[in-house]
């Protein structure tokens, strides 16, 4: 099952024809309540991280001059102000490993203030860091969780590839993760690190590389195309290394660890456990098909970002292709659906040519504080189509932020109603228009004209369906799929599926490729289909699979309930299902064992003075395939 506890062995050769084991069915243990909240807390990811990454603007063509002169745009633009603080040098910035002792060495050509700055002369990074600290910001740094990196494996033709022998151009991670952690956190004082996942991808033996003897082999432990022939277990000890070594070397707690897998090896479910951030898929591009890809691979997955552990789609590409000055409605959009899912706000832009429309896009306060927003709410799908999408996030204030998303490249119509919001039909709603102002009233509903590829958003006030209370799934920072029931990592099919830039029409299509189908979901099932038990048909609550267990925050409620059954989705229906409730690891109520087709049950427990309740789902004996389980309109009250 999720969360590692599974034994799989490593593939020795993952693209021949022998699959990886399966994950093991959740035990016993696996569903014991924790009395303790398992998503990661480590680092100062408490809200998104926002700055600016050198590779969508340079490629490996990253240079000292090239970094400073964009952070010092930052700077002086009022960005830094607004938060973004995080200056990343991604790819490019190594001449080699020295085979002595295995240090790494900066290529000084580009990086020149490193040249003798360390002990003994050699290279180090901590003058550069040292000028970026200077100037109210912060360092981050990239490896590979490999032994090489996505720039040898994918654009060795580019410039600033590793020099020397097969040792010194092993440049990434891997039989150096506590040696590496200590020099880039300890010794050199970055801030950040962004580990990628293409050394443990693209070496294997039968590659030409390997055997003409350019690289050495690494059996892949990652299939991009199939999460089933992905080693998940070893793919996440091996980052689970550099989470240990970044906590041992950062006593202070102030760093942020970035997971780049792209959304594979099933990365989607245990990043939330594992990093920082985690990418969900593969890299953006400047198109708006690509842009709706990476949206997409995040927008059903609210309940596995947490204030601590975010989703990320990638890099913002504002300023470039579909998202330049020339397509002000296409680059608003990008960055309102980024702020409405949490995502990490880092620039991917040459911002020495950013004309002002450009900065007042990026540096637009009020969607600014969308993303920012303290309670860590990830934006939930009220309403889900493939051609205008609302998504309805709630704010600390207590208020909700509303987008509401044409996909198209045609005007559309869009009926927003207050049952969206989960506010009373009868009660007046307030709209305030964060790009460009004014405010606006309704009750029960409002029509919306969309111009093409345009997102309205609005922060709306109205008068809470529940009263004094909230659902779980307008928190979705405070619930957590500690295990989601999943035994079988499967692709999820509803993410768009635009032409990948660097493989044009060859092969036969981008195939869906990411896990996390089956997956816990917030007013919806496991499945995407609507919650439903014995025909009753409910809007609101969390849809997981059976043999479950969900962490849920609680801040001075006094009860918790929820209406609970086995969906009408379910397929199996061999075994009931048992329904409880603990709080701080011990048992508050639990339901009767109940099958498909009964009617739903109430379970309402006191939860005064609990910090941690645990919703637990469960069968005699463990399925491969477990049923869809309904709490529906699981709410906190006070």
Known sequence: MRGGRSRLRVCAALLAATACSLPAMAQADDLAPAGRWSAYTAGAGQLPPMGWSSWNAFYEDVSEEKVLASAQIIVDSGLAAKGYRYIDVDDGWWLKRRESDGRMVIRTTTFPSAKGAGPGGDTSFRPFTDRLHAMGLKAGIYSDIGRNTCGQAFTSTMANMPEGTVAEREVALYGHVDQDIALYFKDWGFDLIKVDGCGIRAFPATDPRVKSGQYRALAPLVDVESVGRSDIAA????????????????????????????????????????????????????????????????????????????????????????????????????????????????IGYDLRKAPPTMLAILGNSRIIALDQDPAGNQAVLAFDTDDVQILVKTLASGDKAVAIFNRTASPAQAVLTADHLKFTADGDVTLDDLWDGGTTHFRGE?????????????????????????????????????????????????????????????????????????????????????????????????????????????????????????????????????????????????????????????????????????????????????????????????
């Not at 990320?312 to 990008?334: C, Q, S």
């Open 235 to 346: 793919v996440r000890g091996l980052y689970e290394e550099v989470g240990r070594a970044l906590k041992r070397y950062n006593p202070d707690n102030d760093f942020l660890y970035s997971i780049c897998l792209w959304g594979s090896a099933d990365v989607r479910a245990w990043g939330k456990d594992v990093g920082s951030i985690s990418r969900t898929s593969e890299d953006i591009s400047p198109s708006w098909s690509r842009m709706l890809h990476n949206f997409d691979s995040v927008s059903r997955r609210a309940l596995y970002a947490h204030p601590g552990s975010w989703n990320d789609p990638d890099m913002l590409f504002i300023g470039t292709g579909d998202f330049d000055a020339a397509h002000a409605a296409e680059a608003r959009t990008h960055f309102t659906l980024w702020a409405m899912v949490n995502a990490p706000l880092f």
């Open 446 to 638: 409002t029509k919306l004209a969309l111009a093409p590829h345009q997102t309205l958003v609005f922060t709306a006030h109205g008068t809470r369906q529940l009263p004094g209370g909230l659902y779980l799934s307008e928190q979705p920072g405070r619930v957590n799929p500690a295990v989601d029931g999943v035994v079988v990592p499967e692709h999820e099919p509803l993410i768009h599926r635009g032409i990948l830039p660097w493989r044009g029409t060859r092969g036969d299509g981008d195939h869906p490729r990411y896990g996390g189908w089956g997956g816990a979901q917030a007013d919806g099932t496991p499945y995407g289909e609507t919650l439903q038990v014995a025909g009753r048909r409910f809007t609101t609550g969390i849809g997981v699979l059976a043999n479950s267990r969900i962490e849920v925050r609680n801040s001075g409620f006094a009860r918790f309930s929820a209406l609970v059954g086995v969906d009408d989705s379910a397929r199996d229906r061999s075994q009931p299902v048992r329904f409880a409730v603990y709080g701080d690891g011990k048992l508050l109520g639990q339901s009767a064992p109940m099958r498909f087709g009964d009617a739903v049950a109430p379970l309402s427990v006191d939860v005064r003075g609990v910090t941690l309740i645990e919703l637990v789902a469960r069968t005699a004996t463990p399925l491969r395939f477990p049923d869809p389980v309904s709490w529906s309109e699981a709410a906190l009250t006070r």
